[in-house]
Nanobody, 126 residues
Framework: QVQLVESGGGLVQPGGSLRLSCVVS????????IGWFRQAPGKEREGVSC????????VYVDFVKGRFTISRDDAKNTVYLQMNSLKPEDTAVYYC???????????????????WGQGTQVTVSS
């Protein structure tokens, strides 16, 4: 089973930045797309961004385009989510997850993902 461990959450003021990290099981690194999701209190979990293992292609949902950047470090089996210009509505628990499918907007927003991390809290508040 794929193991994923998130870190990097915290409290930040509006307009600030955070970088989340997701360390992925070494055996899964070459075969799985990794996605970032978030769930705010009282809301459903939603896809934010994903990156494919095969070609490093990336996908973002509209409300984070231009503010968030997903990247990967092959040497560290780690996927990052750089979050800039944070807004109070970005407050949520952020999760990373893995899927054997290629990362596309459809896969990110409509398909089930098989393995999940424990989540990291991001709070944007003054």
């Amino acid at each position: 089973q794929v193991q994923l461990v998130e870190s990097g959450g915290g409290l930040v003021q509006p307009g600030g930045s955070l970088r989340l990290s997701c360390v992925v099981s070494e055996f899964a690194w070459d075969y799985y797309a990794i996605g970032w999701f978030r769930q705010a209190p009282g809301k459903e979990r939603e896809g934010v961004s994903c990156i494919s293992s095969s070609d490093g292609s990336t996908v973002y949902v509209d409300f984070v385009k231009g503010r968030f950047t997903i990247s990967r470090d092959d040497a560290k089996n780690t996927v990052y989510l750089q979050m800039n210009s944070l807004k109070p509505e970005d407050t949520a628990v952020y999760y990373c997850a893995a899927t054997g499918r290629k990362c596309t907007i459809e896969v990110l927003t409509t398909r089930p993902w098989g393995s999940w991390g424990q989540g990291t809290q991001v709070t944007v508040s003054s």
